[in-house]
Every structure is written in C-alpha cells, then in structure tokens.
C-alpha cells in the first residue's frame, strides 16, 4: 500500500552516542551491553558452534544427494523430497538463532497485511501469508536471511521448505554451501550474463508431487544487493549524485533490474509483492548494523541486538508498473524512500509505526496491541530431530539390509 506520509523526511540532528569509560576512554557503548562470554566461554561456544553447523549441514547436504537419483525417476517427486532438505535448513537456522543468540523480534504493519498477522497464545507470531509471493527487504545485516526465513517457518502454511533466495553466482562454487543452494534452486545473479531464473522455473512453476496447479513458492530478494556499509553508501551517494536522483540515509539505493526480471518471468502465477522493513535496535544515525552486530559479538560474545524490528507491507503485482523498466525503477525507488522514512522514524522514536488493525487486534491483558512481541523460535522442541531424520532413516536401513545380508551369507557357510 503506497504512503504518501512516509516520503524520506529531512535529516534530523545526528544524536549524541551513549559512551561509556573505559581504562580513561570514552568510547561509544555497545547496544547490546557489555560482552557476557570471553576467554574460555567464548572458545567453549564457538566449539558448540562449529559442531553444530557442521553435523546439521552435512546431514543436510548428504540428505540432498541421496535424493539425487529422484531427479531422473520423477522430478515432482525430487522436488518435494528437496523441499524436506529445505525445512531442515529452516529449521537449522531458527534454532542457531534461538540457542546461540536468543532475540525480541517486534512486528507490525500497516493496513495492507491486516488479518495476517497474530499471536499464538503460547506467545509465538503465526503468519498468514500466500503460499505463492515475492519478498523484497533492505538489507541491514548478513544476518537478515536468517530472520526472514524464520518468518517463512512462523507462516500458517509453513513455507520455510519452499523459499527461494537470489544470490551472488560466486556463492555457487562455495564447496558444500553452494552445492546446497543449487539443489535448493536457488537463483544467482551473474553480472556479465544476467540473472539466471531457469533453475527454478521447473521448481517453482510446475505442480510438484503430482499436486494441481502452481507449486508454493517465496522467492526472497535484496533489491541493495548487498549490507548496507560506510563503503556501500559512497557509492549509492555517488551514484545519486551522478543520475540526478534523491539519495537513501538509512539504505542504498535498490536496483531494480533483478526484481523487474523476476516480476515479469512470474507474471500471472504471483497476486502480491511483500515488503519488509528491517531495523536493528541500537543502530545510531549515521551507523550500520556491521559496525556492532559481528558473527562474534552475536554468537560468541552474547551481544545480538536486543530486538529486531519488522514493519510489512504488501503491493498488488497488477499495480506495479511491469510495462516499462524505467516506471519499475521509479515506483521500487518511491518505495526504498518510504523505508527509509520508516527507518528514520524507528531511529527517532524506538517503534515503526503500528496499527491494531495490521496485527490482528493482538490482546495484551485487556490492551489491543499495536506490536506483536515474540522470539526466534521453534513451535516444538523436538522439530530440531529433523535436520537428521532422513540421514538417520538411511543408516537404519542400510544397517537393517547389512545384517540380513550378513545372516544370509552365514546361514549358507
């Protein structure tokens, strides 16, 4: 839903920092507090870390290839059974959030995504979005994947098995990981050839499982293209500077080209475009979510931000203007200015803006809440057996057919 009030505001004063006295410094205070793991604690977490991403990934990946085979029998078939692979990784991802850095996650949004947005009543956020979309964010973090597929795993129809994530086609010759998001028909963006949607076109287009229609589908992309950084932003300023265009405080300007491509490969199988705001507690104007949120300071030292803030809202496809490329520029840069308003408005008042009517009439005791209030988490503890249930299941059978092959060669000698 277009907002004429969240046009880009002008830029306030720059507030003072909180700083704290160390060794007769003053230097600036960390959002999350001061470190609560080093030395030993934090090489301890970092073991568990390490163990734990490697066993669930490996798992994974091996889980993947033994549904290779699939691909040639029935590749509805071979599609489901990489979509299993898929929720495992969802799965993975919400519970090395939940274990290693346990974070407030407060939603809201505007109008547009009413009735779609409730809080279960042991104090989980479900989801009621389309089964088939695309989803558009800014990106603040490298860590922003993380919590967008953990609200694809919070949806009713749990689509953390069907989401698509455009990438850099780098990341494709990454061993393991990358061997991963090709099974996973994930798209990579190339900036010599251009975008490649033909990996996911039989994934995503086709009925799956011999299921009518269309198959479900989230296709996740970052219109920035990359974290939001000191470095990214003299770029996007000078980039400005040289189109003759307004210029982003908070984000770098989107590009357009990837989304528009997208948009017109999916015309007449997606209804709606869903738009995530994305802010990290702390952040002070002028800084970026890099500059406090590290892989360390987050999973080792216990300093993940205190919250992460999500404001949706949702665009019909039939109202984007697909017809023209420089229209699409101009109405997905009218939006980026728009969030950056947003932003600048969590920045100046701690809240994105709410309404009852976008979280469902969220009840707080006897207060209908304009904010939902929640944690990364799973629905059921046990979900985590997942990840190594398939890999589990081959290894009972291979041994289950090792000892009767082996009673049968020894009941003959």
């Avoid at 290779?68 to 090395?96: C, E, H, R």
């Avoid at 357009?256 to 869903?274: H, P």
């Avoid at 950056?340 to 709410?354: M, N, V």
Wanted: charge should be neutral; proline fraction near 5%; charged fraction near 20%.
């Amino acid at each position: 839903m277009e907002n004429p009030a969240l046009r880009q505001r002008g830029n306030p004063t720059k507030p003072d920092q909180p700083v704290v006295e160390t060794k007769g410094k003053t230097v600036e205070a960390h959002p999350a507090g001061d470190i609560k793991h080093g030395g030993p604690v934090e090489i301890l977490r970092l073991l568990l870390v390490i163990t734990y991403f490697l066993s669930s990934t490996f798992s994974i990946c091996l889980t993947q290839f033994f549904g290779v085979p699939l691909y040639w029998y029935n590749k509805d078939l071979y599609y489901a059974y990489m979509a299993l692979t898929k929720q495992s990784f969802g799965i993975f991802v919400t519970t090395l959030t939940q274990w290693w850095t346990p974070t407030v996650v407060r939603i809201s949004g505007d109008a547009s995504v009413a009735g779609q947005l409730k809080k279960t009543e042991d104090g989980r956020v479900e989801c009621d979005f389309p089964d088939r979309m695309v989803l558009i964010a800014n990106h603040q973090l490298y860590s922003d994947w993380l919590y967008l597929w953990w609200i694809a795993y919070t949806n009713k129809t749990r689509m953390h098995g069907h989401i698509y994530i455009i990438l850099k086609e780098s990341l494709k010759y990454v061993p393991v990981i990358g061997w991963g998001m090709m099974f996973y028909g994930f798209i990579f963006i190339s900036t010599k050839t251009g975008t490649s949607f033909e990996a996911t076109e039989d994934s995503t287009l086709g009925p799956m499982s011999g299921s009518e229609g269309l198959d479900p589908m989230w296709l996740l992309l970052f219109p920035e293209g990359t974290n939001a950084s000191d470095n990214g932003r003299r770029r996007s300023a000078q980039w400005a500077e040289k189109t003759g265009i307004k210029d982003m405080e908070h984000q770098l300007l989107p590009r357009s080209t990837g989304m528009y491509f997208c948009l017109n490969e999916l015309d007449g199988t997606v209804e709606y475009v869903y738009d995530c705001t994305l802010a990290y507690e702390g952040i002070a104007r002028g800084k970026f979510g890099q500059d406090y949120y590290s892989l360390r300071s987050m999973y080792l030292q216990g300093r993940p931000p205190p919250s992460v803030n999500m404001y949706w809202r949702r665009f019909a496809v039939k109202d984007i203007p697909l017809g023209d490329h420089e229209e699409f520029d101009l109405w997905l840069r009218e939006r980026w200015y728009e969030k950056d308003a947003l932003i600048d408005q969590y920045i100046t008042t701690g809240r994105f803006p709410g309404i009852v009517k976008g979280t469902n009439g969220v009840t707080n005791g006897t207060v209908k809440e304009e904010h939902i209030e929640t944690e990364v988490k799973l629905a059921h503890w046990w979900e985590v057996g997942n990840i190594f249930l398939v890999l589990a299941t081959f290894g009972l059978v291979a041994n289950i057919l090792a000892r009767v092959w082996t009673g049968m060669i020894y009941g003959k000698t």
